[in-house]
């Protein structure tokens, strides 16, 4: 690592910032997201100094931008709820630290009600089974983190009325395929030796960045792209097992690869080969959302959200000019939390003071996996609408939530 000034690490964290083009909402997770992300886009800036290229890494926050619980990506300066891009997908780079995992939604319409009892009973024996997608023997997980399944009632005068009356929501992701095992190298590179072995550590002012350069960006894509179509195959099989011949409205990743420079981090892109009903869902108490995404954002969108100085100031205008994307989800909230205060750095570790609401005292802390969190409600879709990332096709109101 070469040496730089406090200074000079103070205007790289300047130029960091300056590269965050957030439309989230004003809460403690966005706030925390920002504060992180700061310090992973700096050190893919270094990374792209080191390796010749502009220091042009972006990112475009979406309503729903939040923490990440994943410890891995958290350390690495990485946040959640938008879209990461360094390159336009030619550049001889690609930045492991962002963990891709496929995890995405199935969305699938139904024209009865089902009974959940017998809906319970198909999943215990589903866990139970010995399925297998292209030789892997699958491990189901809706009891596990964010996973789950939905089942859910269209809103009367407010959903399209060509959708059917009923709808689940399946939660999940390639899990099978993260870590390197019999069946490949995995796309965790900090659970893949053949990726270590492969990759370059460049050690930033801010902590290692692990990347890959050459061939080895083009195997690691070819393995990202075989498990981003195992997830889709996977939930599929999951949805037609519980729910038998539904009808399909939406199979979509929001978690993973675009292009070897660009990552989703939480969010759907609405310019996707086929046009499709986008879910967002929020709390489980609360209604869900299938939405049509539109094309953005525009220049009058640029404008109207203050973006277009520092993107000009940068020459980074072009990555927000259609940068089409919408949320998943309403993303973490810190509901006992106001602000960062200021982020604290010692001996390489990063610590957050956070002021709690209403409240003198502060809260300090090095990642938030341990925090309390909740979830935030229909504000992000409003948000969404909004800025005109998209507009509401259908409400889904919930009936029962599978999780187990």
Request: proline share 7%; charged share 20%.
């Amino acid at each position: 690592m070469s040496t730089i000034s406090e200074s000079e690490k103070q205007q790289a964290l300047q130029r960091a910032r300056e590269h965050i083009f957030s439309t989230a909402l004003p809460d403690a997770a966005a706030d925390l997201c920002l504060a992180n992300m700061t310090f992973g886009l700096a050190k893919i800036h270094y990374a792209q100094q080191h390796y010749g290229l502009p220091a042009d890494a972006t990112f475009v926050g979406t309503p729903d931008m939040t923490i990440t619980r994943n410890s891995g990506r958290w350390r690495a300066g990485i946040g959640y709820g938008g879209r990461l891009s360094w390159g336009d997908g030619d550049r001889d780079m690609l930045v492991l630290d962002v963990k891709p995992n496929t995890c995405g939604m199935l969305v699938g319409g139904l024209r009865d009600q089902p009974d959940p009892r017998a809906l319970t009973e198909r999943l215990h024996h589903l866990h139970r089974s010995n399925l297998v997608v292209d030789g892997v023997p699958i491990k189901w997980d809706f009891g596990t983190g964010n996973h789950f399944i939905d089942v859910f009632e269209m809103a009367p005068g407010v959903s399209a009325p060509a959708l059917p009356p009923y709808a689940f929501v399946l939660h999940a992701s390639g899990a099978e395929l993260r870590g390197q095992s019999e069946h490949g190298p995995g796309l965790y590179w900090d659970e893949s030796p053949h990726w270590q072995a492969r990759c370059e550590q460049l050690d930033t002012p801010w902590g290692p960045l692990h990347v890959l350069r050459g061939k080895a960006i083009q195997q690691y894509m070819d393995v990202y792209w075989q498990t981003e179509d195992f997830a889709i195959r996977r939930r599929d099989l999951a949805g037609r097992s519980l729910f038998g011949d539904y009808e399909p409205i939406a199979n979509i990743n929001h978690q993973g690869m675009t292009n070897p420079n660009e990552v989703l981090l939480g969010c759907q892109r609405t310019d996707g080969p086929q046009p499709q009903l986008l879910p967002i869902l929020v709390r489980a108490d609360r209604p869900a959302y299938l939405m049509h995404g539109l094309p953005n954002l525009s220049p009058d969108q640029i404008d109207r959200l203050g973006f277009r100085s520092a993107a000009e100031k940068w020459g980074v205008l072009g990555r927000l000019d259609g940068a089409n994307v919408i949320p998943h989800g309403a993303g973490y909230s810190l509901p006992h939390l106001s602000r960062v205060r200021r982020v604290m750095q010692i001996d390489g570790a990063r610590y957050y003071e956070l002021e709690r609401v209403g409240r003198q005292d502060t809260q300090i802390i090095s990642e938030p996996k341990d925090l309390t969190c909740g979830y935030r409600d229909e504000a992000v879709v409003h948000r969404s609408v909004e800025c005109g990332l998209g507009v509401i096709a259908a409400q889904l109101d919930p009936l029962f939530v599978l999780k187990t």
